[in-house]
């Protein structure tokens, strides 16, 4: 009875021997970051970067985040067994043998700077990862001082406010601001300006559609003041600038002609001179000075007023056409005032030794016309531009051709008589 319970003893062993692992066999641990750290194996920590672990044993990653320095850290991420990623828990147990690593990713600090407000922030970014960093445009600080967004500046330079960034290293990023400063018209802020920059300002208020008030002179406090021209002043801020504007009356002037309108703002009480050109082609028309009308009365093209009002003047012109007329004697030119009759000559005739040229009418733009009397066209309303062409038709002088023949007849009878005379002789 003794010896059956001890076999009993020794199967039940044996089979529990069978069922349990094998606790000699190990598995490598491995950390991915480039230093060592702890880890707790069943419990007991141990501490560096490569480690023997029985399989059946409980790991637990005890330095989830290890410091190479300030601004370089490595950040545990997930396990893998072999090629194959099996958690991204800091604790595991070991089933198996093989290769388990602990992977780490490097993170870099980012470090975001803002120069008025002397404000900072941090941030652990990723390597390769991207960062994105926003500055507002303007910070105001106080009453007079407004702050606006200028560049990006220490480990990278940019222009836009907002910007994207691959993180492969540890970066300062520094927002740089510039102050401004306020610029008051009267009792209106036209804005907020940099210490030194010039603002143009265009003093001009109309009052009407031909009267308008504009500023003679600018009173700075504050700052400085250049008169530039009629109306305009160039203001340089120095700080918080106010600006008084003095301001006087101007008059329109607006003078017409064919060109089109041109206006100008003369002051009250002061000369303006009208000109206008005396004549202006344009391809085949021409216009000719006649007058100026409106609330001017004058006959020269260039003329001298006083202002005191507002003045419209328009030039009148005489609208011409160019006429061009072709013939055999050589082609002429006129200029024609629209409207008007035209009565264009040429020959009748031109006599050759044997033909004739015999007029037989007008090409005007194309069109035969008939003459109203022998060499004379007559245009009525001259509407625009024209070609004429004298058409001759050639004819032949049968009178001149029996002359000639007679005289040929004449000169050949005298030859034929002056050789048989000269064979006598000889």
């Given at each position: 009875m003794k010896r059956a319970c001890l076999s009993a003893a020794l199967l039940i062993s044996l089979l529990m021997a069978m069922a349990a692992p094998a606790r000699c066999e190990s598995a490598t641990l491995t950390l991915s970051a480039p230093m060592s750290a702890f880890i707790e194996i069943d419990g007991v920590k141990h501490y560096g970067r490569?480690?023997?672990?029985?399989?059946?044993?409980?790991?637990?990653?005890?330095?989830?985040?290890?410091?190479?320095?300030?601004?370089?850290?490595?950040?545990?991420?997930?396990?893998?067994?072999?090629?194959?990623?099996?958690?991204?828990?800091?604790?595991?147990?070991?089933?198996?043998?093989?290769?388990?690593?602990?992977?780490?990713?490097?993170?870099y600090?980012?470090?975001?700077?803002?120069?008025?407000?002397?404000?900072?922030?941090?941030?652990?970014?990723?390597e390769s990862s991207k960062f994105n960093a926003a500055a507002p445009m303007e910070i105001k600080v106080d009453g007079d001082v407004l702050y606006r967004f200028t560049m990006w500046g220490g480990d990278l330079t940019a222009a836009a406010n907002t910007i994207e960034v691959t993180v492969t290293r540890p970066l300062t990023l520094r927002a740089v601001y510039a102050p401004h400063h306020p610029l008051y018209i009267g009792d209106k802020l036209i804005g907020y300006f940099k210490v030194g920059?010039?603002?143009?300002?265009?003093?001009?208020?109309?009052?009407?559609?031909?009267v308008r008030r504009v500023l003679e002179n600018?009173?700075?406090?504050?700052?400085?003041?250049?008169?530039?021209?009629?109306?305009v002043f160039a203001i340089t801020v120095h700080g918080r600038t106010d600006a008084i504007p003095v301001y006087t009356t101007l008059y329109k002037v607006a003078v017409e002609t064919p060109q089109g309108v041109s206006d100008a703002w003369v002051e009250e009480g002061s000369s303006y001179t009208?000109?206008?050109?005396?004549t202006i082609t344009a391809g085949d028309t021409m216009y000719s000075f006649v007058k100026w009308e409106g609330d001017v009365s004058a006959t020269t093209p260039t003329y001298t007023i006083q202002v005191d009002r507002p003045i419209h003047a328009r030039a009148v012109y005489a609208k011409m056409y160019?006429?061009?007329?072709?013939?055999?004697?050589?082609?002429?030119?006129?200029?024609v005032e629209e409207g008007k009759t035209l009565y264009i000559y040429e020959a009748p005739e031109f006599s050759r030794i044997v033909?004739?040229?015999?007029?037989?009418?007008?090409?005007?733009?194309?069109?035969?016309?008939?003459?109203?009397?022998?060499?004379?066209?007559?245009?009525?309303?001259?509407?625009?531009?024209?070609?004429?062409?004298a058409v001759y038709g050639e004819q032949v002088i049968w009178t001149n051709i029996a002359i000639i023949a007679a005289l040929l007849a004449v000169i050949t009878a005298a030859y034929v008589l002056a050789s048989k005379h000269y064979k006598k002789k000889t």
């Amino acid at each position: 009875m003794k010896r059956a319970c001890l076999s009993a003893a020794l199967l039940i062993s044996l089979l529990m021997a069978m069922a349990a692992p094998a606790r000699c066999e190990s598995a490598t641990l491995t950390l991915s970051a480039p230093m060592s750290a702890f880890i707790e194996i069943d419990g007991v920590k141990h501490y560096g970067r490569s480690f023997s672990v029985p399989v059946g044993s409980r790991v637990r990653i005890l330095s989830d985040v290890i410091y190479e320095s300030m601004e370089v850290r490595y950040r545990f991420a997930f396990w893998t067994h072999g090629t194959e990623v099996i958690s991204n828990d800091t604790s595991i147990s070991i089933t198996e043998g093989g290769q388990y690593t602990a992977v780490y990713v490097r993170e870099y600090l980012v470090k975001v700077l803002s120069d008025p407000l002397l404000f900072a922030e941090s941030f652990r970014v990723e390597e390769s990862s991207k960062f994105n960093a926003a500055a507002p445009m303007e910070i105001k600080v106080d009453g007079d001082v407004l702050y606006r967004f200028t560049m990006w500046g220490g480990d990278l330079t940019a222009a836009a406010n907002t910007i994207e960034v691959t993180v492969t290293r540890p970066l300062t990023l520094r927002a740089v601001y510039a102050p401004h400063h306020p610029l008051y018209i009267g009792d209106k802020l036209i804005g907020y300006f940099k210490v030194g920059r010039t603002y143009y300002y265009h003093g001009d208020v109309e009052e009407g559609e031909n009267v308008r008030r504009v500023l003679e002179n600018i009173i700075v406090i504050g700052g400085a003041v250049t008169k530039v021209s009629q109306g305009v002043f160039a203001i340089t801020v120095h700080g918080r600038t106010d600006a008084i504007p003095v301001y006087t009356t101007l008059y329109k002037v607006a003078v017409e002609t064919p060109q089109g309108v041109s206006d100008a703002w003369v002051e009250e009480g002061s000369s303006y001179t009208l000109t206008a050109p005396q004549t202006i082609t344009a391809g085949d028309t021409m216009y000719s000075f006649v007058k100026w009308e409106g609330d001017v009365s004058a006959t020269t093209p260039t003329y001298t007023i006083q202002v005191d009002r507002p003045i419209h003047a328009r030039a009148v012109y005489a609208k011409m056409y160019k006429v061009t007329v072709i013939s055999p004697t050589g082609e002429k030119v006129r200029w024609v005032e629209e409207g008007k009759t035209l009565y264009i000559y040429e020959a009748p005739e031109f006599s050759r030794i044997v033909t004739s040229r015999v007029l037989k009418g007008f090409l005007v733009n194309g069109a035969m016309r008939e003459p109203i009397a022998p060499g004379v066209l007559k245009l009525d309303n001259v509407t625009g531009p024209a070609t004429i062409i004298a058409v001759y038709g050639e004819q032949v002088i049968w009178t001149n051709i029996a002359i000639i023949a007679a005289l040929l007849a004449v000169i050949t009878a005298a030859y034929v008589l002056a050789s048989k005379h000269y064979k006598k002789k000889t």
